[in-house]
């Protein structure tokens, strides 16, 4: 069998391609173009810098000719925020507020003939509870208020009446519905109800002394 | 055998124009990539940083802007609360009058009493007692608890009446504590009555002495 031999005399230098794009011109253009972009790319970012600083310039001046009325108005705007929570407040205030003008009138109106009060008391609030201890060796965290919203209230009510059946029926009237909006328990304390005898005018008659405590409908601050 | 090129090798090796002309692109391509490393990556460093410190000092312009445009409805709005606030004097919120509660409870009680004949004769006035404020947003007691005592004389009637009056007139206003304590005469008690007003309360900064104490 015969073999075919391709035999090449041209050495590598002096080969040509049959193309029209030939890759030893293309190469350093190419390259040529890719540092040209890379030197438009720079000039372009720096001329986007040049204009980001002008205009943080131009805000900057804006910003100091504002600042005057800006002041004014952040003043104006801390004053509305202020009235607005003192409004509010005072809401909160309002809602805790209670009315015991109308009970006392039914009291009276509904007290046994044979009771006679001696004081009528409403126990002044506890003390307000500002801030929780702090833990041992640790400082207390400023707190500017109560933490509970509600705070009890109590009625005291002293006087002497003849007999057990009379107080009874106080307390009857007290527990009745028709103080059930103002009353939440009335008891009278252990000890609270004792035998005395009037040494006024010598007449020795015998009562009996009595005090009945009264939880009246908490004050809810919310 | 040398381990550099010598000067002969190099021209031959450069004398082929095919191999000079990649050598000059490698070269360009070397040169591209420093440009990028030195320069392009820097400058976009400072432009990003130039682009977000214009943004700032826009945004901050845009709302100091938008805050002083608003500065004429604010300031409606503040004299519209002030003026609820001005309003709600007359539904018993306390200021005080020639520095004193006690006064100012006086002068708003006074007509009560000439109504109702329950005779007040004394006022005192009590350290205020707080409010029990969210914790979140409004962190300071503007507005207070005002407690005044008065006391004075009348009969079970008049007393009621003029606790009625009162929380009609003055609805803000509240019977907070009360003692009734029988005279010598039966049909005239001696009446301690604290009442409360909503009243201005303190700022923070006057809050920390008393809030250190931790307990009042």
Redesign the interface.
């Known amino acids: 069998m015969n073999k075919a031999i391709h035999l090449n005399l041209l050495r590598a230098e002096e080969r040509v391609s049959s193309s029209r794009v030939r890759l030893h011109v293309m190469a350093p253009v190419f390259a040529a173009v890719v540092v040209a972009g890379v030197a438009l790319w720079w000039a372009w970012l720096w001329t986007q810098t040049l204009m980001a600083q002008s205009q943080t310039r131009a805000a900057d001046d804006a910003i100091g000719q504002l600042q005057a009325a800006f002041k004014r108005a952040t003043d104006t705007t801390g004053r509305e925020q202020e009235l607005k929570q003192q409004l509010a407040q005072v809401e909160l205030y309002r809602h805790g507020a209670a009315r015991y003008g109308v009970f006392l009138r039914k009291l009276a109106e509904q007290m046994p003939a044979t009771i006679q009060l001696t004081a009528l008391e409403f126990v002044e609030p506890p003390p307000q509870v500002i801030a929780a201890p702090a833990p041992r060796g640790k400082k207390a965290p400023p707190s500017f208020g109560p933490s509970s919203p509600e705070e009890p209230v109590r009625l005291r009510l002293s006087g002497r009446t003849p007999d057990a059946a009379s107080l009874d029926k106080l307390l009857g009237v007290l527990r009745a519905p028709a103080f059930r909006e103002t009353i939440e328990t009335a008891t009278v304390p252990k000890g609270a109800f004792r035998q005395e005898q009037d040494a006024r005018g010598g007449s020795g008659q015998e009562f009996f002394r009595f005090d009945v405590e009264c939880t009246l409908k908490r004050r809810v601050f919310e | 055998m040398s381990q550099g090129l010598t000067g002969e090798q190099l021209l031959a090796f450069f004398g ?3 191999r000079r ?2 050598a ?6 070397l ?2 990539g420093a ?2 490393q030195f ?2 990556t820097g ?2 460093e ?2 990003d940083q ?2 977000n ?2 943004q700032a ?2 945004s ?2 845009e709302a ?2 938008k ?2 445009r ?2 004429s409805l ?2 409606k ?2 004299q519209e ?2 003026g ?2 001005k309003a ?1 004097e007359g539904e018993g ?1 306390l200021t005080p009058l020639l520095n004193s509660y006690a006064m100012r409870c006086k002068a708003l009680l006074d007509p009560l009493t000439e109504k109702t004949g329950f005779a007040l004769a004394q006022f005192a006035e009590h350290s205020q ?5 969210p ?1 979140v947003g ?6 207070a ?1 005002q407690l005044i005592t008065c006391t004075g004389t009348g009969g ?2 008049q ?2 009446e003029f ?6 007139t003055y ?12 005279t010598n005469d039966p049909q005239v008690h001696a009446v301690q009555m ?1 009442v409360e007003w ?1 009243a ?2 303190k700022t ?1 900064s006057e ?2 002495p ?7």
């Open positions: 082929n124009s095919k002309a990649f000059v692109a490698v070269g360009l391509l040169v591209a440009l990028w320069l392009v400058q976009q400072a432009l130039a682009r410190e214009a000092r826009q901050k312009q100091m802007e805050l002083v608003r500065q604010t300031e709005a503040v609360l002030e609820q606030l709600l919120y007692r707080m409010l029990p404020v914790k409004v962190p300071e007691q503007l507005q608890r079970y009637r007393m009621m606790v009625e009056a009162l929380e009609d609805p803000l206003a509240t019977l907070s504590a009360m003692r009734i304590i029988p604290v909503p201005k309360g923070k809050l920390l008393a809030a250190k104490g931790g307990r009042r």
